[in-house]
């Protein structure tokens, strides 16, 4: 199975900042990426899809890019919201397999 | 209202089985792909399954490969995961999710997910 690395594991951000999450695949996927997002007790909900097409509805403040093995998640300008936990899946190949997650907490 | 609900969740003994269903209602679900994906509390995401439109094709976990069996019934706009020989590490809340497919990038992603529901594995 293709294993996903992302890091950092925790991020504390102010709002306002830039921060960014990389993902890194263990084999070539192409861009098939995926970056979800996750508030405590919810589902996940899809941002980023493939490697850095933004899905309808999501704010122009996240962008994603990358291709092959390394992608990364930027969000430009951090808003309370955002304040989540983050994951990156491949679906370029089953068994999919998401990273381990990234939660960005306030400063 | 395009929505997945899930439902069929509880507490289970080690060794037992347990039947979820997803019901999907606001689109047209005989079009698409769908999987189920879990979460153990306090951990990540877990791809466990995935199922064709037609249910001609279907994948599973390593984790789950020979005591879960994923179904569908296009009638009825349903989607379930029987388990079996359920472990306490199956403790998970557990997603359906409708995979949608983007020409324009000829990838997939998950673009419709359920709130989910919780099984518990303990004796």
């Known amino acids: 199975a293709i294993q996903m690395t992302q890091s950092p594991s925790s991020l504390s951000a102010s709002v306002g900042d830039r921060v960014t999450i990389t993902c890194r695949a263990s084999?070539?996927?192409?861009?098939?990426l995926g970056w979800y997002q996750q508030e405590p007790g919810k589902a996940p909900k899809l941002l980023i899809y493939?490697?850095?097409s933004l899905q309808s509805g999501v704010p122009l403040r996240f962008s994603g890019s990358g291709s092959g093995t390394d992608f990364t998640l930027t969000i430009s300008s951090l808003q309370p919201e955002d304040f989540a936990t983050y994951y990156c899946?491949?679906?370029?190949?089953?068994?999919?397999?998401f990273g381990q997650g990234t939660k960005l907490e306030i400063k | 209202q395009v929505q997945l609900v899930e439902s069929g969740g509880g507490l289970v003994k080690p060794g037992g089985s347990l039947r979820l269903s997803c019901a999907a209602s606001?689109?047209?679900?005989?079009?698409?792909?769908m999987n189920w994906i879990r979460q153990a509390p306090g951990k990540g995401l877990e791809w466990v399954s995935y199922?064709?439109?037609?249910?001609?094709?279907?994948y599973y976990g390593d984790s789950v490969k020979g005591r879960f069996t994923i179904s569908r019934d296009n009638a009825k706009n349903s989607l379930y995961l029987q388990m079996s020989s359920l472990r306490a590490e199956d403790t998970a809340m557990y997603f359906c999710?409708?995979?949608?497919?983007?020409?324009?990038?000829?990838?997939?992603?998950?673009?419709?997910w359920g709130q989910g529901t919780l099984v518990t594995v303990s004796s």
């Open positions: 999710a409708r995979r949608r497919y983007d020409s324009g990038s000829d990838t997939y992603y998950f673009d419709l």
């Open positions: 493939a490697a850095s």
């Open positions: 899946l491949q679906d370029y190949t089953y068994p999919y397999t």
């Open positions: 606001g689109f047209t679900f005989s079009d698409f792909y």
């Open positions: 199922i064709s439109s037609s249910g001609g094709s279907i």
């Open positions: 084999q070539g996927i192409r861009n098939d």
